[in-house]
């Protein structure tokens, strides 16, 4: 079974580009997670999707980010424009329906940017 | 709210030392505890995990006992291999509905 899938791996852009990251979930798993991960920190919930819908969006920055999960199956994250403080990985995770899952969480490999 | 902290490393052990990273958590129920590793070049993946207290989680020689009273969960090995070089994140979620909230990460060196 193909695990979470993200791209790209590496992104370098210059400030104030905008930059997008695509995420593919395990099939099946209804609950979608971006997470940030500063180096050195653990990682941080932007926002959390139950299907389609955003259910948990608290930490996401409105001003310069956005996320959008059409059809409940993929996922991206955009940031516009960038700032040289956003450079740090993107984790997008995964987990089964709600009410049958124990707390695991699926990780992709994570999307890295670095902001010149 | 609800916050994991564990030590800071980096932690720098020989081949076939005993291994202890201490973790205790915050909450304001009774969470599940978890240890994530992240191996260099690889995402983050489940270690072990216990869902209630006292429980034993258990894996790759790893282990680590969910202790309410001192709410603690700490990650230990008898014998560290140079494989076992990673960072190590220990997490909690309050539900299976709530996402994990992760300590900041200890890095491990192991050296031959």
């Known amino acids: 079974e193909a695990g979470v899938v993200q791209s790209p791996r590496y992104k370098i852009i210059e400030k104030k580009q905008p930059v997008a990251f695509w995420c593919n979930p395990i099939?099946?798993?209804?609950?979608l997670y971006w997470y940030l991960q500063n180096l050195g920190q653990g990682p941080e919930l932007l926002i959390r999707?139950?299907?389609?819908?955003?259910?948990?969006d608290s930490q996401l920055p409105k001003d310069r980010f956005s996320a959008e999960r059409l059809k409940g199956v993929d996922s991206t994250l955009k940031i516009q424009p960038a700032e040289l403080g956003d450079s740090a990985v993107y984790l997008c995770?995964?987990?089964?329906?709600?009410?049958?899952?124990?707390?695991?969480?699926?990780f992709g490999e994570g999307s890295r940017l670095t902001v010149l | 709210g609800d916050s994991v902290t564990q030590m800071e490393g980096p932690v720098t052990l020989s081949e076939e030392a005993f291994l202890t990273i201490n973790c205790t958590y915050t909450?304001?129920?009774?969470?599940?505890l978890f240890w994530y590793v992240q191996y260099p070049g690889e995402g983050l993946q489940l270690l072990l995990k216990?869902?209630?207290?006292?429980d034993k989680g258990s894996n790759k020689g790893f282990e680590a006992t969910y202790r309410k009273e001192t709410t603690s969960f700490h990650l230990e090995k008898g014998s560290v291999q140079v494989s076992d070089s990673a960072v190590y994140f220990c997490?909690?979620?309050?539900?299976?509905?709530?996402?994990?909230?992760f300590g900041k990460g200890t890095r491990l060196s192991v050296i031959a």
């Open positions: 995770a995964s987990s089964p329906r709600r009410g049958t899952n124990t707390g695991e969480l699926f």
């Open positions: 997490a909690l979620s309050e539900s299976g509905n709530t996402p994990l909230v």
């Open positions: 999707y139950e299907n389609e819908e955003a259910v948990d």
């Open positions: 099939s099946g798993h209804n609950t």
């Open positions: 909450a304001t129920g009774y969470p599940s």
């Open positions: 216990a869902t209630k207290a006292d």
